[in-house]
């Protein structure tokens, strides 16, 4: 990743794909890249217009969701999309800046990944009990909350149970985020059922506003934040295809890499087929052209 800053304002921080720097009256501005992650590692090739489309399609989700957080008596943290700076026009999102907790809250409504991996080894997902007999790709009967800690750069996610998330955050305050993840979870669902989209599993984070209330904050219901499945075609059974990164990931261990060494250079074509499931996903979620 390149040290030098994206804009001439002070740099708060610098993530796997995304910079966030200090624009002033209590804001930040974070700044999407065309980096990509996969297995906690940053890979050293981009993925065009990948920042413009996750910064676009989170947008578009913001505006979605607010019902939902209304109803909660929550909001999200977006101030504009458009009064940024001209370099990072259209992958840029002016936002409040906020305490964020010390959780990722995932909902799933789908066994996928490595929650189908600790389902096979123990019935569930830490604790949220699963009944018998899913496979990889199965609906679970109801979308449960399987959070996880956040990790510095270069270090890996741990899921924890909910005892974990009240020692974290507190008690009123866990049962809250799992509420209102759970809510958002269900609302991008149906969203995304309606354009033939499959809402396997997403990630959620929030911060705290000067009053004490629940913000929706960073990026969401992304191709980096979601597992997204065409709905024509999903077969419980093996893994789906799918608009995500998973494709990337799939390579990536085709490829031989063993996730301790510096990670390979992306194909040419592994790069084009990436991008085309990014700005699918945008096209088919808000029915929209991609420019």
């Known amino acids: 990743m390149s ?8 740099l708060v921080a610098r993530g796997k794909v995304r910079e966030v720097y200090d624009a002033g009256d209590g804001r930040l501005l974070l700044v999407a890249s065309d980096r990509i992650s996969a297995y906690d590692a940053v890979l050293p090739t981009p993925i065009p217009d990948k920042g413009r489309v996750l910064t676009a399609l989170s947008v ?16 999200h ?11 990072v026009a259209g992958r840029a999102m002016l936002v409040r800046r ?21 389902y096979e080894r123990t019935g569930s997902i830490r604790d949220v009990p699963l009944p018998p007999g899913l496979v990889e790709g199965s609906r679970l009967p109801s979308p449960v909350f399987t959070p996880s800690t956040k990790a510095e ?6 899921a924890i149970d909910f005892a974990r998330v009240v020692d974290l955050v507190g008690a009123a305050r866990a049962e809250e985020l799992r509420e209102l993840t759970l809510a958002l979870y269900r609302r991008g669902a149906e969203v995304a059922a ?13 911060g705290v506003s000067s009053d004490g209330g629940l913000v929706l904050g960073d990026e969401v219901l992304t191709p980096d934040s ?20 998973q494709y990337v990931r799939d390579w990536l261990t085709s490829s031989g890499w063993d996730r301790v060494s510096p990670p390979p250079e992306l194909p040419a074509d592994v790069v084009a ?18 420019r």
């Open 98 to 118: 906020l305490e964020m907790l010390p959780v990722e809250c995932v909902a799933r409504g789908y066994l996928s990944g490595s929650g189908t991996k600790e």
């Open 226 to 245: 979601s597992r997204f499945w065409p709905a024509s075609s999903w077969a419980p059974g093996a893994p789906q295809p799918s608009f995500d990164k």
């Open 153 to 158: 750069v270069g270090e890996h996610d741990e």
């Open 273 to 290: 087929a990436t991008r085309e499931r990014y700005v699918a996903a945008y096209e088919q979620l808000t029915g929209t052209p991609f």
């Open 3 to 10: 040290g030098d800053p994206v804009v001439d304002l002070p």
């Open 60 to 75: 578009w989700w913001f505006d979605q969701l607010t019902p939902v957080l209304s109803a909660f008596g929550a909001t």
């Open 194 to 206: 309606g354009a033939g989209i499959l809402l396997a599993d997403t990630k959620f984070e929030f």
């Open 77 to 87: 943290h977006l101030v504009s999309a458009t009064d940024v700076p001209a370099e």
